[in-house]
Each structure stands twice: as C-alpha cells, then as structure tokens.
C-alpha cells in the first residue's frame, strides 16, 4: 500500500487507478449514507476521489489511510449538501419530543431497506442523522463542519428520528404506542 500511496504522491496515473478501484467500494458506502440515491453517492465519490488526489501530500504514513480517505469522503458528502441547500427553502425546524423506537424492528430491515430509509430523509436530517448517529460526530463538531449552530444540528437529528420513525410505523414496523 506504501508503494501505491507514493506513487499516488508523484501523480502516476497507475497508481491512482489503484487506489481508486481499491477503495470505491469503501468510500461507496460512507457517500450512500449521506446522498439520496447511488448516481448521487457515485458522484460524491468520484468529487472525493479527487480531492484525495490533490490532497495526497497531506497524508501522513503514520496514520491509517481508510481513515484518512473516510474523513475526504465525509468531507466530500458535505459539500455536496451544501450545494443542495443553495436550491432549497428551508421550513423552520420545531424540537420534537424524542421516543424510542424498539430495536426489533430495526432487525426486521434489511441494510439496504434501512439505508433506504435515510435517503429518504431530508438533505439537513439526512446529514446529521449519519453524522451525529453513524460517524459519531459530537453536535459541537458538526455544528464547525456545516456551519450551523449545535441546537439546529440537535433539532435537526430529532427531527430525521421522528421522520425515520413515521417511515417505520409506514411500513407497519412499529406500532402508533411505540412513536408516542
């Protein structure tokens, strides 16, 4: 992997080919989290690929490359939700009261249906919600990433696990006593 990372670094088209086919089933599945359907993620991809590139020389060998490149696509998925929110009207974000949702009937989702779900999901609450929920980024830190204050980023996650929630129920996953 050194030996492909450097050559990455003195811009080998070889190498970058490399990378890229070994990594892009990774970096897929950290960018379908945040886009709203495949062509989006494959998109977002192929814009984190490139700032990977450009941004090689900025890699320290030290520390491990999936999280580096985990960081880029995360990145990468942001600004694409920037880029959204420049066609979009934002409602006004009401705090929700927060209910549980009981595990089973999460295990009755396949990963593909719950991914599903989250697409469905505003570009804001679908942000947030893998993020906060999935990267394990605090509400302070994504409050930095995005621009936006941590109680818009905490509304803004009670808000996706109500609307997931009201999916769910949809779906007859859960019962009407199990939202409230």
């Not at 192929?46 to 580096?68: R, S």
């Not at 960081?71 to 705090?95: G, P, T």
């Not at 295990?107 to 893998?130: C, D, K, W």
Request: glycine share 4%; aromatic share 8%; hydrophobic share 35%.
């Amino acid at each position: 992997m050194h030996l492909l990372i450097q050559g990455c670094k003195n811009k080998d088209r070889e190498s970058q080919r490399l990378l890229y086919q070994h990594y892009y089933s990774y970096a897929l599945s950290i960018c379908v989290r945040y886009s709203r359907n495949m062509a989006e993620a494959k998109e977002v991809v192929n814009d984190g690929f490139m700032k990977v590139f450009a941004k090689i020389n900025q890699y320290q060998q030290d520390a491990p490359f999936k999280g580096w490149l985990r960081k880029i696509m995360i990145n990468a998925s942001i600004d694409q939700y920037r880029k959204e929110l420049k066609h979009q009207h934002h409602a006004s974000i009401e705090v929700a009261a927060s209910s549980s949702v009981q595990a089973e009937a999460i295990t009755r989702l396949s990963h593909e249906e719950l991914m599903g779900l989250v697409q469905q999901l505003s570009p804001a609450y679908r942000t947030i919600f893998n993020l906060h929920v999935i990267d394990g980024y605090t509400h302070e830190e994504i409050s930095k990433m995005i621009g936006i204050s941590s109680g818009t980023s905490k509304s803004n996650l009670l808000k996706a696990r109500e609307n997931l929630r009201g999916m769910l129920f949809n779906l007859n996953l859960i019962s009407y006593e199990k939202i409230n």
